[in-house]
């Protein structure tokens, strides 16, 4: 199968580009920067620009997928000019692929573009599957627009699959990487009161299922990219530090956070309680659905 890849030198992309290469599918590596290199015969890296329309539709022209998860980090401090790149980033490069798919004489069956479960906005304790209505906040309305632009595709009869993604965890990077550090000091603890929920995914289990959807037709529209078993922030901090067998007992105060952080901490502060319902249903099965033997598999 070829297959175009975005955002195959981030933390996720690098995973899902291995998994692709083991495979033995075609890869057309759509990046920014030509530095990037492969031994893989069947790999090949292109240049693109997401502020050029026009820049890849002779990559996009034959190929069986399209897998999109480039944009700008938000774990930034959320600066009106980080908002701004963060927006744009997002929209300019799913418009690009957008239009290359809309002017390619064979088009892809499959367009799956990453989303993330902070389109719910903050929810409290409400339980959120694929059907739970949009949320509001700059997370939420960058989702918006960011899976509004992917949809349009559906149009020129290609399957959209929107992956609405929450905490990947894997101790090689993210976010998981950057909590390990004062809780193997013995400084960790939760963030503010710690009752905000936690979507999380192991990246083992994100990366199968992206090929779970690629591979099944009947995979389409959102899907949310979670365990089954989200985790409040402080139940979650109690068990990472009982698996690193270090103390838990320095939460961090919201108003320490907010000084720091400013808007980026709400972030941090606040959850979604989220479920894949469309995944299971689907038939696909978590390796790491619950939270203390997934840590103990990544930290092993």
Not at 64 to 86: D, N, Y
Not at 122 to 148: H, M, Q, Y
Not at 249 to 273: A, C, D, H, N, W
């Amino acid at each position: 199968m070829k297959i175009a890849l975005t955002g195959a030198t981030g933390f996720i992309g690098k995973a899902l580009l291995e998994a692709l290469q083991k495979r033995g599918e075609e890869l057309v590596v759509l990046t920014r920067s030509l530095g990037s290199k492969s031994s893989n015969l069947n790999t090949r890296y292109v240049l693109w620009r997401p502020d050029d329309s026009t820049s890849i539709v002779n990559e996009i022209d034959g190929c069986e997928a399209v897998i999109h998860l480039a944009g700008e980090s938000i774990r930034k401090r959320w600066s009106a000019k980080q908002k701004l790149k963060i927006l744009e980033s997002r929209v300019h490069g799913a418009q690009v692929i957008v239009n290359s798919i809309k002017r390619a004489a064979f088009k892809p069956k499959a367009l799956i573009s990453a989303s993330a479960v902070g389109s719910y906005g903050p929810r409290g304790n409400e339980i959120l599957a694929e059907d739970a209505k949009a949320g509001e906040g700059f997370l939420a309305e960058t989702c918006k627009v960011w899976e509004s632009h992917a949809i349009r595709v559906e149009d020129f009869d290609v399957r959209v699959v929107r992956l609405r993604i929450g905490l990947v965890l894997d101790k090689s990077g993210g976010a998981l990487k950057l909590m390990l550090i004062p809780f193997r000091l013995g400084v960790g603890g939760w963030l503010g009161n710690g009752n905000q929920w936690m979507s999380w995914i192991t990246r083992d289990d994100l990366v199968r299922l992206i090929l779970f959807c690629l591979d099944h037709s009947e995979a389409r529209g959102v899907v949310n990219a979670v365990s089954p078993q989200p985790v409040t922030n402080k139940a979650f901090s109690l068990v990472l530090a009982q698996v690193l067998k270090r103390p838990c007992l320095m939460p961090v105060p919201g108003f320490i956070l907010k000084l720091l952080l400013g808007e980026l901490s709400e972030l941090l502060l606040t959850g979604q309680r989220v479920i894949p319902k469309k995944a299971e249903q689907l038939g696909f099965s978590f390796h790491h659905p619950e939270i203390r033997r997934a840590l103990e598999s990544i930290l092993a």
